[in-house]
């Protein structure tokens, strides 16, 4: 028998593999992909990568324009494989053994349970309401009497869509002390970011991604702007070059021809609006509301709905019997021949089975 670390077996395994979907509406990335001037872009200063070279000063570059844009310098900026990666380095920067508790809502990313059990941390999840709102008042105890080491919020949230306020955040960054994580990976698609919260609560700690509204998934960039105490500390848990050039070059030109993704923004969002308007007008299917750029359904015969996605080519997010997520679907917000086709589907299927 081999000699594993305590602990590995009982590891989840989250499953990325992937079926050749007709219409791919599971994984909330881009269906777009980058606008055409970007493209052309990201090629010409791909050509002149020095493959042969480990990375040089394209790391510290990127945090400098990204920092520069929120009125921050590169010492406030992290820059990670996907902001999972960072949000995994963040628990286990404040973990290590089970009296460092992290607090963080539930239903949400299901990967926040798993980064608590990989850095030993103690997970404390909250649970949404009915119609998955939290309660502030709830969370800020939770956090206050467990005496939690980190404090993680998802806004707007992986996957129910809904949000918190400005005002929510601020409450919450107010009463509690320790390490506040908002992870705004949908945020481009809501608009209303924490950041200018950051100033006056110097344990708030914002992560971002490429992978959602800038389309960039396939890089794996994402980034964490943060006091330049709590940057540093969480450095510590990267190895050197842990970025690799191709990606950073890439990142860095997405992030300066960022506006160039402005239309599609706006069209994934009117997109979102029209969509949540026609599943609603469906016979025994609950929408709720969104600001992602995803929609999440409830509808009794959930599974069968899937399969009949399936059947067409269709691949939906399904939460199979997840806790809390029982008969739901989370639907990605496609171009507008993908929404309407998925929206065929539905319709024919809910009308099938009354
Ligand atoms: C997609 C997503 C991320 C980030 O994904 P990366 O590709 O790793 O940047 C982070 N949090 C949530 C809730 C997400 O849905």
């Known amino acids: 028998m081999l000699n594993y670390r305590d ?16 219409i791919k509406v599971n994984a909330n990335e881009s269906n777009i992909g980058l606008p055409p001037l970007v493209e052309e872009r990201v090629m010409t200063r791909l050509s002149r990568v020095a493959f042969s070279r480990y990375p040089n000063e394209e790391y510290d570059l990127l945090c400098e324009q990204i920092g520069e844009a929120y009125g921050y310098r590169k010492e406030n900026v992290i820059i990670g494989n996907g902001s999972s990666e960072i949000i995994e380095k963040v628990f286990y920067a404040f973990g290590g053994d089970d009296r460092h508790k992290i607090v963080y809502p539930t239903p949400s990313f299901s990967m926040y349970g798993i980064y608590a059990a990989v850095a030993d941390a103690s997970a404390v999840p909250v649970l949404l309401n009915e119609d998955y709102t939290l309660d502030v008042e709830t969370f800020i105890q939770t956090v206050n009497q467990s005496d939690a080491s980190l404090a ?49 609560y110097p344990h708030i700690m914002i992560a971002r991604t490429f992978s959602k509204a ?3 998934a396939s890089c794996r960039v994402g980034y964490m702007l943060a006091h330049r105490d709590a940057i540093a500390m969480v450095e510590k848990t990267y190895m050197p070059y842990h970025i690799n050039v191709p990606s950073l070059v890439t990142a860095d030109t997405v992030f300066q021809m960022r506006s160039e993704f ?11 609006e029209r969509m949540q308007e026609k599943y609603r007008q469906l016979h025994s299917v609950t929408v709720y509301p969104s600001h992602a750029n995803f929609i999440l359904i409830h509808y009794p015969h959930a599974d069968a709905l899937n399969k009949a996605f399936i059947k067409h080519g269709i691949g939906v997010r399904s939460f199979g019997k997840t806790t809390q997520l029982e008969n739901m679907l989370r639907v990605s917000i496609g171009r507008p021949e993908e929404n309407d086709a998925v929206y065929r589907v539905m319709k024919s299927f809910v009308e099938e089975h009354p």
Not at 7 to 17: F, I, K, R
Request: glycine residues 4%; negative net charge; charged residues 20%.
């Open 262 to 272: 402005e239309p599609q923004i706006q069209m994934i969002c009117a997109e979102r």
């Open 7 to 22: 602990g590995l077996a009982l590891m989840p395994h989250y499953d990325t593999s992937e079926q050749d979907w007709h």
């Open 152 to 200: 993680v919020i998802c806004n707007p949230n992986n996957p129910t869509g809904q949000v918190l306020t400005m005002e929510d955040i601020e409450c919450i960054a107010e009463n509690i002390s320790c390490a506040f994580l908002i992870d705004e990976a949908y945020i481009e698609f809501y608009g209303n970011t924490a950041l200018p919260l950051l100033k006056k």
């Open 214 to 216: 800038y389309a960039l």
